[in-house]
């Protein structure tokens, strides 16, 4: 906020309107008490307005916050001056060359002030007329034409240089320049004011100052000249920070680079990719501090196929970046960049390590979702090539065999870890996964066995084996319909197998018993209880068609009938009938 409050002075003391600028100032003063280009600034609006002695309290100020400052003398020069106090003014002046020995507009003060106190010139209020052209060319003038836009290349060349040179020793020469547009520019510049340029011999009359003037005096010759009024030395105006030319040329080179990256950008999307490196290289050659130059070149390098450079320079934007403390984001993405080439270059399962570790670490910087979906296509991706590379046939049937083994020896556990073995040697392996849901059955673990054999069933359907295990499996879990279907389904591809029609008929003979109440009450129980955990059964109960349905079966025989008529309801009958949630008497 301070820094706005302080543009919004600049701004009106550029544009001539100083109590504008003091109030802005003092709002910025407000805000930031310890800024000392503040107070130097309304020192300058305070003197614009001829108020010397505030501006003298805010020069004070200035030195005060930063005695190492040239300006701050200079500003305490100025208003002395403005208070004809013009000892005092040279000691400024004088303290302030200690500072900055090179400083031109302090040696221009120091003279005019010595100037000024060797005349004679006594303390107090400003005579009531005096030189108003003098005083244009007074200590600040080259700080002034500098400083403004419109004069400021007249000062690379010598002959304007000379010409203000003069006017400064001799300010009574001025009429011998007047033809000159520049110098009248010059004049706009230093008095504050809107020059018209005249023909050669034209009566020039000049208008009033910014500052605070006395009345004019003229003169009764035949050449009218006008006497103009005694100005007081305007207080060179302040916009920004003082700038030394190392910065300034900083500025210059990442203003540049800027310009550079948008030229790179505009190639890359068009594909000309070396024309978009070499406007890369060129921004990363001027500003080394904007590590976005490195992520760009990175990319274009990765669309290239070039991945070992475009991973050189997603570590250089890594390490700059952690120096520079550069936003987490712009740091994620260079990371993200050198994974997704590392995944590019990868040939087998243990290169996806790296690019895998990348993608973690560009997550743990920021979470992007973009960053998350090629970290999990890197680790799926990994696990496929692990599989492939580790897929052998010939030793998966020597682990199947070795499993076999050990299943007709009872050891069901190393039984598991050899046909475990084979299925990673082969994962299409049938067999391997129906002898395996074998062995968990045998160890009790039946949800791990029904997983195996629909495994088996899904690899080869026709695969007898398979839905005798499965069945066998949803038996002994007492889901007799269940196994009845797995049976029946079996038939279909081996009509005549033995263990598959033994199944069904073990199936049948089950479900008969619920169906003619023969079940204990223990049985009938924990069958019900068993029942009212499948999701089959409880869409069953929660229909209001089958509600409908087992209420005429009690109430209303006729309706009941109607209903068995159609297959789909005398199928899910017979389900909560195998359940035992319903009775048949």
């Known amino acids: 906020m301070a820094d706005e409050a302080k543009a919004k002075g600049n701004a009106a003391f550029s544009a001539g309107n100083y109590t504008e600028a003091i109030r802005h100032f003092t709002d910025a003063i407000n805000i930031a008490p310890t800024n000392h280009v503040l107070y130097s600034n309304r020192s300058a609006a305070y003197a614009s307005l001829n108020q010397f002695s505030e501006a003298l309290t805010d020069a004070k100020k200035t030195i005060d916050l930063k005695p190492d400052w040239a300006k701050g003398y200079s500003r305490l020069g100025v208003a002395h001056h403005g ?83 003069d006017l400064q020793r001799n300010p009574s020469n001025l009429n011998l320049y007047l033809q000159d547009q520049r110098i009248m520019q010059a004049l706009s510049v230093l008095l504050n004011v809107k020059m018209q340029a005249h023909a050669p011999g034209d009566d020039v009359e000049m208008p009033d100052s910014p500052v605070r003037t006395e009345s004019v005096a003229e003169n009764s010759n035949t050449n009218a000249n006008t006497k103009a009024r005694e100005v007081e030395p305007e207080p060179e105006p302040e916009p920004m920070e003082e700038v030394s030319e190392e910065e300034r040329e900083v500025k ?74 550069s936003d987490y984001k712009m740091v994620a993405r260079a990371l993200t960049r050198k994974g997704t080439a590392l995944v590019k270059m990868a040939k087998t399962s243990k290169d996806y390590e790296p690019a895998i570790e990348t993608f973690q670490k560009a997550l743990t910087e920021h979470r992007n979702p973009e960053t998350l979906k090629k970290l999990n296509d890197a680790e799926r991706a990994k696990k496929e090539l692990e599989q492939q590379e580790y897929y052998d046939p010939e030793l998966a049937e020597k682990e199947r065999e070795k499993g076999n083994e050990c299943f ?34 045998k160890l009790g673990a ?19 084996k398979g839905y005798t295990r499965k069945g066998a499996i949803q038996f002994f879990m007492k889901e007799f319909d269940k196994a009845l279907e797995t049976y ?39 069958r019900q209880a068993k029942a009212m955990q499948d999701p089959e059964i409880q869409n069953i109960l ?38 035992g949630i319903v009775q048949m008497r």
Request: charged residues 35%; neutral net charge.
């Open 488 to 526: 029946q389904e079996g038939l279909k591809h081996d009509p005549q197998n033995p263990e598959l029609l033994e199944g069904v008929r073990s199936c049948v003979q089950q479900i008969n018993r619920a169906t003619r109440g023969d079940l204990t009450a223990d049985e009938l129980k924990e």
């Open 83 to 165: 208070l004809r106090q013009f000892d005092e003014a040279v000691s400024a002046y004088k303290k302030g060359l200690e500072v900055d020995p090179n400083n031109e507009t302090l040696k221009s003060g120091l003279a005019d002030a010595q100037s000024a106190s060797g005349s004679g010139r006594s303390r107090g209020p400003p005579p009531a007329a005096g030189n108003l052209f003098g005083d244009a060319f007074g200590p600040d003038m080259w700080a002034k034409l500098t400083a403004d836009p419109s004069t400021r290349l007249y000062m690379q060349q010598p002959d304007f240089v000379n010409m203000m040179k």
């Open 252 to 325: 210059e080179r990442k203003a540049r680079a800027q310009k550079e990256k948008e030229a790179g950008n505009a190639a890359y999307k068009k594909k000309d990719f070396e024309t978009a490196i070499g406007r890369y290289s060129k921004a990363i050659e001027l500003d080394d501090g904007d590590i976005s130059f490195l992520t760009n070149r990175a990319a274009v390098y990765l669309e290239m196929g070039k991945y070992d450079e475009c991973i050189k320079d997603c570590d250089k934007a890594v390490e700059r970046g952690r120096e520079l403390r």
């Open 408 to 441: 007709k020896e009872q050891k069901y556990p190393e039984a598991i870890k050899h046909y475990t073995e084979a299925l990673r040697r082969n994962p299409k392996d049938a067999k391997a996964y129906s002898n395996r849901a074998a062995s968990y059955t």
């Open 446 to 464: 039946m949800p791990e066995g029904l997983k195996d054999a629909e495994k088996c069933i899904e690899i080869d359907p026709k695969f007898s």
């Open 542 to 579: 929660t229909d209001p068609v089958m509600a409908q349905v087992l209420k005429d079966l009690q109430e209303n025989p006729k309706a009941a009938q109607d209903h068995m008529k159609n297959p789909s309801v005398m199928n899910k009958i017979q389900k909560l009938i195998s359940a």
